[in-house]
């Protein structure tokens, strides 16, 4: 297959990223939770899982290198070397040095289901791995578990997280699993922590602060983001500036006068490709306007 069609296909793979024009999919919190899930091996009996054709049963894999093997068994290796390139994983880039199997995203999210039953340290080693989809078949796990579990369950797994950021060091990675754990769990708790993880130097961390925020603006509430992006308006790096004007966008589409009011004050520091990001739902006129910094007379355009 010719690599441009790979990289297409690959395209509509991955899911969660501005860089594709995708969001993730609603924040859930079960309530009441499901016992434990994600703990233990007890918490976890084994069950079985209908095949994709139907007619035969899959065993949920328990152990590391069941897991590893039904990764490698969904690998295209031709899928590989256009992933490296697509990721900027050359010397200097983003991400440097980051290998791949070549496994597709939807034939991940099965490995995801067959995988379920492993246990903490299977997971730790998945997301310490070299390899870019067991990271990200690890932070998959811990999003199911997190979903399904008991509140101290998701406490545990929200600690974890923020304790193992080196290892979540693609956009992938963070957009799918940082609204679903991070902003999941500061949903109802203190978020100052986010304060924190805006200025660290790991860019990884500024955009786990940024896309947590996804979680708050499904609820409606705005404040959070807006004081994260505020801290974010110096730095250089454009996958920030990709995040901040994504999360601006999606709290614009929900509230167009918070956006409008944040632009008021903020256009004219923010990187160009933050402010494109953030205006892309607006009327077109207006569009040109903020980016030619002519900001429209927003008071009477407020809704």
């Known amino acids: ?20 024009g995708d969001v993730p999919g609603p924040v859930r919190i079960v309530r009441p939770p499901v016992p434990g899930p ?18 035969m049963s899959i065993q949920r894999e328990t152990n590391l290198a069941g897991v590893r093997r039904l990764l490698r068994a969904a690998a295209r290796p031709e899928d590989a070397a256009v992933v490296r390139r697509f990721f900027k994983t050359g010397p200097g880039q983003y991400g440097e040095g980051d290998r791949f199997l070549g496994v597709r995203v939807p034939a991940l999210r099965r490995v995801v289901l ?10 730790r080693a998945l997301l310490r791995s070299g390899y870019h989809e067991e990271r990200l078949l690890a932070l998959l796990l811990l999003v ?33 699993s940082a609204p679903r754990i991070a902003g999941a769990w500061l949903l109802d708790r203190p978020r100052d922590i986010l304060d924190g993880l805006a200025v660290s130097p790991n860019l990884w961390e500024r ?35 990709k995040a901040c004007g994504w999360m601006l966008r999606e709290a614009g ?27 892309e739902k607006l009327p077109p006129p207006e569009r040109q306007r903020w980016l030619a910094g002519e900001p429209p007379c927003a008071h009477g355009q407020h809704t």
Do not use: C
């Open 207 to 241: 955009r786990i602060a940024v896309l947590a925020t996804f979680a708050f603006i499904q609820s409606g509430q705005f404040d959070d983001l807006h004081r994260v992006v505020e801290k974010l308006l110096p730095d250089r790096h454009d996958l920030i500036h």
């Open 144 to 176: 199911r578990w997190f979903e399904r579990g008991t509140p101290d369950a998701r406490e545990r797994i929200f600690r974890f997280y923020l304790a193992n950021t080196r290892y979540i060091n693609n956009w992938d990675l963070v957009d799918l």
């Open 253 to 279: 589409k929900r509230n167009r006068r918070a956006l409008v009011e944040f632009l008021e004050l903020h256009a004219a520091a923010m990187p160009r490709t933050m402010l494109r990001y953030a205006i």
């Open 114 to 123: 067959q995988s379920d039953g492993l246990d903490w340290s299977g997971l």
């Open 1 to 20: 297959m010719p690599a441009e069609a790979v990289a297409e296909r690959l395209r509509f793979d991955v899911q969660g990223s501005p860089l594709l």
């Open 38 to 55: 994600g703990l233990t091996r007890a918490d976890r009996p084994a069950t079985t899982l209908p095949s994709a054709a139907g007619d």
